[in-house]
């Protein structure tokens, strides 16, 4: 089922680089109002199952882990349900996991604490829009690495690096190499 005709009969249309406002709203341009209510930008639409994720305006330089956690979430779909079966795996093997438990306690620009999560690799490679970028820009994301961590974990245990730059290329590390961080919300439709 599209949900494109629900968000035009809404008045909500939900575009790539929008920015998702505290209040649940969504604008395509900041004025000097909007600049500092930003929850997230909207990085991802999937109309098939009715739902869109956002990336909170917010990047950190961590590893995965701080060792090898011996788990594979490679074909988890979904980075919140990765993200809670990669920190219950963390704890069984006494690991720490600094990307993943950043995202899940971050809590700030109207974002609650548990609510944020690492993407999984399927949701990242989705995200790689050119509205992305515009938007990135505006808030000052766009400077540095564009290189981020995710929730998949593969073969060797290798961690999937999604990169948004064109001078980096995306693949599989290991998990105590360190890359950007930024923690990722659904948004309500």
């Not at 089922?1 to 575009?15: A, C, D, H, R």
């Not at 098939?48 to 995965?64: I, W």
């Not at 548990?114 to 970028?133: D, I």
């Not at 064109?166 to 590390?173: A, E, I, P």
Request: proline fraction near 3%; charged fraction near 20%.
């Amino acid at each position: 089922m599209s949900t494109k005709g629900n968000f035009s009969e809404q008045g909500n249309v939900l575009k790539v680089g929008m920015f998702n406002l505290f209040d649940g709203t969504n604008v395509e341009k900041l004025d000097n109002k909007t600049r500092f209510q930003v929850r997230s930008i909207v990085a991802m639409i999937d109309e098939n199952r009715n739902y869109a994720l956002g990336m909170c305006p917010v990047k950190k330089m961590l590893p995965f882990a701080f060792s090898c956690l011996p788990f594979e979430s490679e074909e988890i779909h979904s980075g919140r349900e990765a993200t809670n079966l990669l920190l219950e795996a963390a704890a069984k093997y006494g690991i720490e996991l600094p990307a993943a438990e950043f995202c899940v306690n971050y809590e700030q620009h109207g974002v609650s604490k548990g609510e944020a999560f690492l993407p999984s690799y399927q949701e990242a490679q989705q995200m790689h829009k050119s509205n992305l970028f515009v938007a990135w820009r505006a808030i000052g994301l766009d400077r540095g690495d564009c290189t981020f961590v995710t929730s998949s974990v593969g073969y060797n245990f290798n961690v999937w690096l999604q990169s948004y730059s064109q001078t980096v290329v995306s693949g599989w590390c290991n998990q105590y190499r360190t890359f950007g961080v930024i923690p990722v919300v659904e948004i309500k439709l």
